[in-house]
């Protein structure tokens, strides 16, 4: 079953740096894709990827991660980056971080269809109610 | 007031120790980039000798290797430096494609649990650089949120970057894209395999620490 779980910005906003990467984290590991409204500061970043690198096993196999920005071009990463070098190093509500399950996302790359089937599945529930 | 003098004064001398201690200079990015590769060549060119091991296989590298004392001239000029070899960073690690890759259930286990700790160590040391090399294979795609994550941090920590692109003697190799998901840092398009463009590269070096 795959579950998307929106987190607003509210919800992490007053979180300490530690709390908001273990609350992300533990929603990951729950098999869960978190779509974060906003993105992190760039030193919670690589935390991430540190306590993700702690708590790899034989089931869990780490995370995939991947930002989108409103206003993502291809090719203006860099230029924003310059000009945001404040706001990148705060982390902000701007954009989307997506992240989830590596094996998780491994399957639904094999199979696109998997997220449609998915939704539809859910829809189909809540018709039933 | 004298506490802000003292905090001065100590600045100014860690700034004057930096100079005079070894410069670090780290190869970092994500595993099978060709860090090790890299490492290989700049010795070879100026020690002859190699540094590490070079595997198809990613996370060959699993611990910090440190080359001292390579002396580099181009001219009149000369670099010294200390060069870090990393293990590759990533987000995730299957033991199973270590099994895909030939490696037995054991073994591969083994490579996967060695594997974040490489990864861990080689995030704790970025703190320890004065720059740092980003080795990215030209023939992937450069907008991967590693990539980014990396060179994010050493902006935000004020450590200059270079970027190779390596492996461009490769088809698929596409120094352009990489340029171009990168537009404010240097690119030199190499390949450390084969040598290619290494002068391009020792140039940027240069260029790099001043
Ligand atoms: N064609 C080509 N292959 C290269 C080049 N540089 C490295 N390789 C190959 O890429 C693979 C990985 O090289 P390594 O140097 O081990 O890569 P690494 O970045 O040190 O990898 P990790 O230690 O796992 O992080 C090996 O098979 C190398 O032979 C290059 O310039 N061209
Ligand atoms: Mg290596």
Not at chain 2, 21 to 38: A, D, E, M, Q, S
Not at chain 2, 132 to 154: A, E, H
Request: aromatic letters at 6%; a positive charge.
């Amino acid at each position: 079953m795959l579950t998307l779980q929106f987190v607003p910005y509210e919800e992490v906003e007053e979180l300490t740096s530690n709390e908001r990467i273990k609350k992300l984290l533990g929603m990951v590991k729950d098999e869960r894709i978190v779509v974060l409204e906003g993105r992190l500061r760039k030193q919670e970043e690589a935390e991430l990827i540190r306590r993700t690198m702690e708590e790899i096993n034989e089931r869990f196999k780490g995370i995939e991660v991947s930002v989108v920005y409103p206003e993502k071009k291809k090719g203006t990463f860099g230029r924003k980056l310059k000009s945001n070098i404040a706001e990148m190093l705060l982390g902000d509500r701007q954009g989307l971080t997506i992240l989830g399950p590596a094996s998780l996302i491994k399957e639904i790359r094999k199979d696109p269809d998997k997220i449609q089937l998915f939704t539809q599945e859910r829809k189909a529930k809540k018709k039933k109610r | 007031m004298l506490d802000v003098v003292q905090k001065f004064i100590q600045k100014v001398l860690r700034e004057l120790f930096r100079r005079r201690r070894n410069l670090k200079l780290g190869l970092y990015g994500p595993p099978n980039g060709g860090k090790t590769t890299l490492a290989n060549r700049v010795c070879q060119d100026w020690l002859g000798e190699d540094m590490g091991i070079v595997s198809s296989i990613p996370h060959e590298t699993r611990e910090i290797k440190i080359k001292e004392q390579i002396s580099i001239k181009s001219g009149k000029k000369e670099l010294s430096f200390n060069l870090v070899d990393t293990p590759g960073i990533a987000t995730k690690i299957d033991y199973e494609d270590f099994v895909k890759h030939g490696l037995s259930v054991k073994k591969a286990k083994q490579r996967a649990k060695e594997a974040t700790k490489g990864v861990i160590d080689a995030i704790k040391w970025l703190d320890d650089m004065d720059a740092v090399v980003v080795v990215l294979d030209s023939t992937y795609d450069p907008y991967s949120q590693v990539n980014i994550t990396i060179i994010g941090n050493l902006q935000a920590r004020n450590i200059p970057v270079l970027i190779v692109a390596n492996k461009m003697d490769l088809k698929k190799s596409d120094m352009k894209k990489v340029e171009a998901a990168f537009p404010q840092y240097n690119v030199v398009g190499i390949s450390a395999k084969y040598g290619k463009n290494m002068d391009k590269f020792y140039e940027a070096l240069f260029a790099l620490v001043k």
